[in-house]
């Protein structure tokens, strides 16, 4: 499994962005995506995970109602819309796979990581 991010940047506080996450590699379509950051001296935390076989998705509690993550109809890529950004955002956005069926935001389940994305919010 391959996964390339892309999308990130500096925005204004208020702003948004939309990350995108190429996968590539899968043998069907029982995987699960999921969205991480990590902020400098902080631990890597979930953000935003989806299901490919069925659509479920699940946000940690920080990014709910701003945050929404889909993914197209081929399947291949998964995308992250991130509004109403705050500073406290400011990571780096990483986007791993599982091998599954439900969405899930614990790390430990995930194998394959991208390299991925900054994203810097200014105030």
């Known amino acids: 499994v391959q996964l390339v991010e892309s999308g990130g940047g500096l925005v204004q506080a208020g702003g948004s962005l939309r990350l995108s996450c190429a996968a590539s590699?899968?043998?069907?379509?029982?995987?699960?995506i999921g969205w991480f950051r990590q902020a400098p001296g902080k631990e890597r935390e979930g953000v935003s995970s989806i299901s490919l076989s069925d659509g479920e998705t699940k946000y940690a509690d920080s990014v709910k109602g701003r945050f929404t993550i889909s993914s197209d109809n081929a399947k291949t890529t998964v995308y992250l819309q991130m509004n109403s950004l705050k500073p406290e955002d400011t990571a780096v956005y990483y986007c791993?796979?599982?091998?599954?069926?439900?969405?899930?935001?614990?790390?430990?389940?995930?194998?394959?990581w991208g390299q991925g994305t900054q994203v810097t919010v200014s105030s």
């Open positions: 791993a796979a599982t091998w599954g069926l439900v969405a899930t935001l614990w790390i430990k389940e995930y194998r394959s």
């Open positions: 590699g899968f043998a069907s379509d029982d995987y699960v």
